[in-house]
Each structure stands twice: as structure tokens, then as C-alpha cells.
Nanobody, 124 residues
Framework: QVQLVESGGGLVQAGGSLRLSCATS????????MGWFRQAPGKEREFVAA????????YYADSVKGRFTISRDNAKNTVYLQMNSLKPEDTAVYYC?????????????????WGQGTQVTVSS
């Protein structure tokens, strides 16, 4: 079982930045691809970004490309999401997730473990 704990959410003005963190105590962290998803009220959960096991490959949703950066530190068992130039439409609960497959990296069903989520609110 892999437990994931997100942190770093909050309230920020449009144009501002936040960095989300997702930590796990699992010793097998480096064997999982990691992803970030988000879910706004009344909407389906959507893919945001993913990073491969060693961090050599990343993938982003078009809506965040150029503004968000995903990274990981396997020594700290932590994955990060740096969010810059935030927009009101980025407001959502953000979830990190772990997957043993890179093939389904943009699909929520392709992930095996999920965190509890952290709220990000961007005011206009």
C-alpha cells in the first residue's frame, strides 16, 4: 500500500504561484510514475501532469503547458508541481497519484494510489 499526502495548496491571486508537494513513506516510490490531477466543482477529474520513474520524462495537459512544472526527488520520496501564472480556471482540488505504468499516464484509471487532495483557489 502506498500512502500519498499532498500539501501546498491555498488561496492565491491570478498571476501568482504555488508549489504543491506530494510525499510518501513508501520505499518503492522510485518504481512508480507519478501524476497530478485536478477536479473542479461539478467537473470530472482531469489530468494535469505526469513524470516517469526517474524523472527523465514528463507530460503535461495543454491547459497548463508552459505554466506548470512537475518534478520529483526520489531521495525524499516526494513529487512536486510548481504552478506559475495561475488563472482562476486553475481553481480545483489537486490530487497526486502513483502508477506502475507510463502508458496510461493521462488517465485516472491508470493510477493505483491516490492522495486525499489539496485545494487550490485562484482569485481574479
Amino acid at each position: 500500500q502506498v500512502q500519498l499526502v499532498e500539501s501546498g495548496g491555498g488561496l492565491v491571486q491570478a498571476g501568482g504561484s504555488l508549489r504543491l508537494s506530494c510525499a510518501t513513506s513508501a520505499r518503492s516510490f522510485s518504481s512508480y510514475a507519478m501524476g497530478w490531477f485536478r477536479q473542479a466543482p461539478g467537473k470530472e477529474r482531469e489530468f494535469v501532469a505526469a513524470i516517469s520513474w526517474r524523472g527523465t520524462s514528463t507530460y503535461y495537459a495543454d491547459s497548463v503547458k508552459g505554466r506548470f512544472t512537475i518534478s520529483r526527488d526520489n531521495a525524499k520520496n516526494t513529487v512536486y508541481l510548481q504552478m506559475n501564472s495561475l488563472k482562476p480556471e486553475d481553481t480545483a482540488v489537486y490530487y497526486c497519484a502513483a502508477s506502475q505504468s507510463w502508458v496510461s499516464k493521462t488517465v485516472a484509471g491508470g493510477y493505483d494510489y491516490w492522495g486525499q487532495g489539496t485545494q487550490v483557489t485562484v482569485s481574479s
